[in-house]
């Protein structure tokens, strides 16, 4: 037995003798830069594009495993004129063998990459560089399901112990490296060059230390930081993060935490979140030339964000959010689950913010402000929506918003609260309130996205609303003071302007109390035809309509806005008015009758007829009415009359004179 053993053991170190003298050997006899063209062509048809090394190949096992070639190079498919895809200048790795075959120690004594390239090209055809053949043909889908069955089998036999026990870097690099984008379409080239990546301490106990370095349109950026120590089985435990990122000089960001479990099926993630006060308009400017301008030079000059954000591949959540925009800030928090419907609750707290500070402003929209203004609006079309409102039927949400101060459109809103809520395809807002030009708004609405097209219901309540100054903010125009009061409830089908406008219908009432209107003088019209209608010369009046009350009750039938109980009072006269305004022809049809409230004998009351369209609307006397009162009046008057030649005769140029002036 002793001698067996002994054999054994003799002829096995033979054979390890002779592995170690052939591993030393076998380099010296075969050049394999022979095989350089069999490699090239084998590499060529499996990615199917050109495939080249011109520099040398060299292939080295024992006592140190060294392989490095130079000057390798993956071209274009056809119809691109660059040459190539990609490209590296050299590629040197060196392994110590010994340690691995004895105790599965790896010890990487080099892997450096220098100069590698990228280069992604989007021809004008709209072809790409970056798609490659494939490779063979596809399974069929029975293979596939076989295979599949197989992989779940044995997923469970298959150990995820690493087949190396110990591992060290001495040195890893990559140099130089470049990845251009060329849109042929714009005719635009970027790219990020300058690509620096090197690491320390490689190893499963240790921390991994890392410096990225990099030049983004020349501007540089830095990366930096540690990751682990990974462990004896990487994938598993935990595995601390700590990144810091420096770009284009004044944009600094960290990010703290750890992993956990990352080689499972739902690895959990811990961070900590800080970008620290930074100017957004140096760094686009830094970037490029800027291509527009905000209507506030002074905005984008600070923002920060801090966060908390935790989760696994099932759930998210951000806690402890800070976000800083200048003056305003933000404190928010979200959580989010089942990303497949999603499920999101959320709350946001705004203390302040002016959003016409942020308006761009160009060239470009100066002249479409003008030309919107000149040129008519186009009809709506009839055709049926084309919106897929599946991920809003699905969607779960549940978030409240706050908003101390909001400037939009120069419209001053205060403590601004809105409660969101969306379940089985029906969002609400519900409510929404705020408080404006020292009056109230609340607001109720639900959206239902349950059918084809969406059906919207809403409630509105205005109370005591400054409305001469909410209009002379969002207008710039004075056309109506006054204290305003509304309610309002609307309901509606669709999502295109024409349908939503033909399905309105709703109710509602109108109260304004203490004001006038700007630019009509309603005194003038039932006073003075000529003057007020232009039919002669006459004194100029001052257009404008005192009143005490306007008060309105009205219905909206299928876009049809109509009313029978509109009534102006004034300390002189007492106008009411019917009629009605077709919202979708944007047309007006109204009769406005006046009625003095003192001495009523005495003066003639012109009632107003009202057309036109919403854009340009047309003020007449009603000649009809006018001449109804008119006779009515002579007869009253000559029946008190003893004596009278001619009645007729003069009660016709009484008539005629009352409205032509003649």
Same mark, same amino acid.
């Given at each position: ?16 003798f ?6 030393i ?6 050049n394999?830069d ?40 993956i071209g ?40 590698p390239?990228?280069?992604?090209i989007?021809a ?13 043909t596809? @399974? ?11 992989l779940?089998?044995?997923k ?5 112990e690493?087949p ?16 251009i984008? !060329? ?6 080239k ?12 490689i190893?499963?106990?240790? @921390?991994?230390?890392?410096? +990225?370095?990099?030049?983004l ?5 830095? !990366? ?26 004044d944009l600094?960001? /960290? +990010? ?12 959990a993630?811990d ?7 930074? /100017? $957004? ?18 905005a ?13 591949a099932?759930q ?30 959320f ?23 003008k030309?919107?203004?000149?040129t ?6 009839? &055709?049926?929506?084309s ?18 101060? +909001? ?10 609260y809105a ?13 929404? /309130?705020?408080n ?30 400054? #409305? ?7 207008l ?6 006054? *204290? ?28 304004? &109390?203490?004001?006038?209107? #700007?630019? !009509? ?11 007020a ?12 309509? !005192?009143?005490?009350? *306007? ?14 109980e ?21 047309? $007006?049809?109204?009769?406005?009758? @006046?009625?003095? *409230? ?16 919403f854009?340009?609307?047309r003020?007449a ?17 000559k029946? /008190? ?12 140029k009484? $008539? $005629? ?6």
């Amino acid at each position: 037995m002793k001698r067996f053993i002994k054999w054994t053991l003799l002829i096995l170190c033979i054979i390890v003798f002779l592995v170690v003298i052939g591993l030393i050997l076998a380099p010296n006899f075969i050049n394999i830069d022979k095989y350089k063209p069999v490699i090239e062509k084998k590499v060529a048809e499996a990615i199917g594009r050109p495939f080249s090394i011109n520099g040398d190949l060299k292939l080295k096992l024992f006592p140190v495993a060294k392989l490095s070639f130079s000057d390798l190079h993956i071209g274009n498919p056809k119809g691109f004129k660059e040459k190539d895809f990609a490209s590296l200048k050299s590629f040197d790795v060196q392994v110590k063998l010994i340690p691995f075959l004895l105790s599965r120690d790896l010890q990487v004594k080099r892997f450096v990459v220098k100069e590698p390239k990228v280069v992604l090209i989007k021809a004008k055809s709209g072809e790409v560089n970056w798609q490659f053949e494939k490779l063979a043909t596809a @399974p069929k889908e029975v293979e596939l399901k076989k295979k599949d069955v197989e992989l779940k089998k044995t997923k469970k036999e298959i150990s995820t112990e690493l087949p190396i026990k110990k591992l060290s870097v001495d040195e890893f690099a990559i140099t130089d490296a470049a990845i251009i984008w !060329i849109d042929q379409v714009t005719g635009k080239k970027t790219g990020i060059t300058g690509i620096n990546l090197r690491l320390k301490n490689i190893s499963f106990t240790k @921390p991994i230390g890392f410096v +990225l370095t990099a030049k983004l349109e020349g501007n540089p950026v830095k !990366i930096e930081g540690q990751i682990g120590p990974l462990g004896k089985m990487p994938g598993k435990g935990v595995m601390p993060v700590n990144l810091h990122l420096n770009a284009f000089k004044d944009l600094h960001l /960290s +990010l703290k935490g750890k992993v956990k479990e990352l080689s499972s099926k739902n690895p959990a993630y811990d961070f900590a979140l800080n970008l620290r006060p930074f /100017s $957004l308009r140096k760094v686009l400017s830094r970037i490029g030339e800027l291509r527009f301008k905000l209507s506030d030079p002074n905005a984008l000059q600070k923002i920060s964000l801090s966060a908390h954000i935790k989760g696994t591949a099932k759930q998210i959540s951000i806690q402890k959010g800070v976000f800083v925009l200048d003056q305003s800030r933000m404190n928010f928090w979200l959580a989010a689950k089942e990303f497949e419907k999603p499920n999101i609750a959320f709350e946001i707290n705004l203390d302040k913010i002016n959003v016409d500070r942020y308006i761009p402003v160009t060239e470009k929209t100066k002249k479409k402000a003008k030309k919107s203004k000149t040129t008519p609006k186009a009809k709506a079309t009839k &055709k049926a929506s084309s919106i897929d409102y599946t991920p809003l039927r699905k969607l779960e949400m549940n978030g409240k918003i706050k908003v101390g101060t +909001l400037i939009a459109k120069k419209v001053r809103l205060q403590n601004i609260y809105a409660k969101i809520i969306a379940k089985n395809g029906l969002l609400q807002i519900k409510p929404m /309130s705020m408080n404006m030009y020292k009056g109230k708004m609340l607001l109720n609405a639900l959206v239902n996205v349950k059918g084809k097209t969406p059906v919207t219901k809403l409630a509105l309540n205005i109370n005591h609303v400054l #409305i001469g100054q909410l209009i002379k903010d969002m207008l710039k125009e004075e056309v109506l003071t006054g *204290i305003f009061d509304m309610k309002l409830t609307l309901s509606m089908k669709g999502d295109t302007p024409d349908q939503i406008i033909s399905s309105l219908n709703g109710n509602g009432d109108l109260l304004i &109390k203490d004001g006038s209107i #700007i630019g !009509i003088d309603l005194s003038g019209m039932i006073q003075n035809i000529k003057a007020a209608f232009g039919l002669a010369e006459a004194r100029k009046l001052k257009r404008k309509t !005192i009143f005490s009350v *306007i008060k309105s009750k009205f219905i909206i039938k299928n876009g049809v806005f109509q009313t029978k109980e509109t009534q102006l009072i004034s300390p002189h006269f007492k106008v009411s008015s019917i009629g009605d305004a077709n919202l979708k022809n944007q047309t $007006l049809n109204f009769r406005i009758n @006046p009625e003095y *409230i003192k001495n009523p004998e005495k003066s003639i009351a012109v009632p107003v007829i009202v057309s036109g369209t919403f854009s340009s609307p047309r003020f007449a006397p009603d000649l009809k009415g006018i001449a109804n009162k008119l006779i009515f009046k002579k007869i009253l008057k000559k029946k /008190s009359e003893e004596k009278e030649e001619n009645p007729i005769e003069d009660m016709g140029k009484e $008539l $005629l004179k009352g409205i032509f002036g003649r």
